[in-house]
């Protein structure tokens, strides 16, 4: 089992920045990925960024440039840096982790004004 918990969300104004974190904790060891997705009212969740065990890191289209994920392995959490936010980048942000299974935080609202 794998809990994860995130904070860090908020309320910016856009080309703000903002910080998710996602601290994980139980039986961390065969963790492989670990990526935040987020949905936004109405539609699908989707995948934002994803780092591998082996450190190489994904991002939607979306995001790159501008976003940036990041782990320090000594306090077993993943963060989220968010910079040059837009509107449309207003979503819940939930962490995930594969090990076995996928296991979900509780999500963190992001909220961004034009």
């Known amino acids: 089992q794998v809990q994860l918990v995130e904070s860090g969300g908020g309320l910016v104004q856009a080309g703000g920045s903002l910080r998710l974190s996602c601290a994980a904790s139980g039986s961390l060891s065969r963790i492989s990925v670990m990526g935040w997705y987020r949905q936004a009212p109405g539609k699908q969740r989707e995948l934002v960024a994803r780092i591998f065990s082996s450190g190489s890191t994904n991002y939607a289209d979306s995001v790159k440039g501008r976003f940036t994920i990041s782990r320090d392995n000594a306090k077993n959490t993943v963060y989220l840096q968010m910079n040059s936010l837009k509107p449309e980048d207003t979503a819940v942000y939930y962490c995930?982790?594969?090990?076995?299974?996928?296991?979900w935080g509780q999500g963190t609202q992001v909220t961004v004004s034009s």
């Open positions: 995930n982790a594969i090990s076995g299974a996928y296991y």
